[in-house]
């Protein structure tokens, strides 16, 4: 049976249960859903397999799109199926990362520092490019040499990562973290990366509204 509905509950009722399908399926193929997670899983309510192929190509740049992506070969025989995997080589590479700032051991000090927009940006910025030096890497590795074009130079010509740096920039008591313009930021990648535009996401730590208004 193929599925084309949402597999998670991302709102109450805007999602298909797998234990709403009849259980005298043996494979449900499930689309929509983006991540590729193809190997078949056994539900052990219902006893069908599920695949879930995801999608082709990155849509969004959230974690889940940045699994390598496959296709399949299924065969069938009776009852009884093979999955034959293959990896997509054609995707655009695509990175992201997420940093705390007040925990990691690279960003120690700044909040406290005055003016640190300047140092901020060149440890982002650092950052970024090994991100997208490890999205080429990881791109060249699944290749075949007989399909890699190369330049004038005779460097391996590689499609444009995409690539996305959450930054959770909540800072320390008494400290902040002078953080530069997002688009601004990005811009400075404009030859090296596909989403020129959006390569950092800054936001800061929700806070609970409700205790610390019984704490006041």
Known sequence: MAVHQNRHAYSECGYLPENFLPDFMDLVV?????ECLID???NTDTHFHVMQPGSS??????PSEAVPKHVAIVSVTGKDFKVEKHRIKTVRPFI???LVLSQDPRFKGIAKQKENRSKLTMKLTDIVNEMIEEAQSDWLAIQEKEDIDYDDNGEPIIPKPLVR???EHTAP???SFDCENPQRFSNRFIDRVANINDVVYFYRKKTN???ESVLK
């Open 30 to 34: 499930w689309g929509h859903e983006h």
């Open 40 to 42: 078949p899983r056994l």
């Open 57 to 62: 190509v990155a849509t969004s740049l959230v």
């Open 96 to 98: 992201t990362r997420e």
């Open 165 to 167: 740096l959450r930054v």
């Open 173 to 175: 008591d008494g400290g």
């Open 209 to 211: 509204a409700a205790s």
